[in-house]
């Protein structure tokens, strides 16, 4: 069992839709983060949170850590919004990352 | 936000030669930073974390001979692979977390290397 645990594997969207994403870990943890990865590859950081919840633009992350769990929010999807989105914990291991198996969205218009 | 960039960002090279991958921090300084590689349809496996002026940590399976790491700077990190051969041929990707800019580490763009 990998320690974090991501769902769905694929998710495929119409245009607008909300999208949810979900992320729970084994252990307890200092910080969560979500990052988004395009076909080219490249990887960006869009939120780190150790509690509650923080909004960017469309994008919204929530955590609780009772739960061990935390999702990742895709209001108003857009065909740009197509990429990987990977939840990574650190914690236990100072600042290590640990990574779930990743999200493959596909928003079509 | 904090920028990393990588050079190079692609490159084909002979079996037994060694290739040089540069991570560079441009706008903060960076304490540590982290080497990873990506197979095709699989997640970010952390091969090392490189502290300035210190030894890198390896992670378990990693060969440290074979994955030169260089942490000469609080700006540049180099991760040479040596002896490369077809099964080194993967993504690699850096990140750099900075004092300023604790727990978050920030990205480098990748660098995809084939090894032919």
């Known amino acids: 069992k990998n320690e974090v645990e991501q769902s769905p594997q694929n998710l495929t969207a119409q245009e607008g839709e909300f999208i949810t994403i979900n992320c729970s870990y084994s252990v307890g943890i200092s910080a969560l983060h979500w990052l988004q990865q395009h076909p080219g590859g490249g990887i960006v950081s869009l939120f780190m949170l150790s509690s509650g919840k923080k909004k960017h633009g469309r994008l919204i992350a929530t955590i609780n850590i009772q739960e061990k769990h935390s999702s990742l929010h895709i209001t108003a999807s857009h065909p740009r919004d197509s990429a990987v989105y990977i939840c990574?914990?650190?914690?236990?291991?100072?600042?290590?990352?640990?990574f779930g198996a990743g999200t493959i969205l596909r928003v079509k218009s | 936000g904090a920028v990393v960039s990588q050079h190079p960002s692609w490159v084909i090279c002979k079996s037994g030669t060694s290739v040089k991958i540069e991570c560079r921090s441009l706008?903060?300084?960076?304490?540590?930073m982290f080497w990873y590689r990506q197979f095709p349809k699989q997640s970010l496996m952390l091969m090392a974390t490189?502290?300035?002026?210190?030894?890198?940590?390896?992670e378990q399976g990693v060969e440290k001979d074979k994955f030169l790491i260089n942490h000469a700077s609080l700006t540049l990190s180099t991760l040479t692979v040596t002896s490369a051969h077809p099964e080194d041929s993967s993504f690699y990707i850096c990140?750099?977390?900075?004092?300023?800019?604790?727990?978050?580490?920030?990205f480098g763009p990748g660098t995809r290397l084939l090894v032919l």
């Open positions: 990140s750099a977390e900075g004092l300023a800019v604790q727990e978050t580490q920030y």
């Open positions: 990574a914990r650190g914690g236990e291991y100072g600042n290590k990352l640990v």
């Open positions: 490189s502290n300035e002026g210190s030894k890198a940590t390896y």
């Open positions: 706008d903060f300084q960076a304490t540590t």
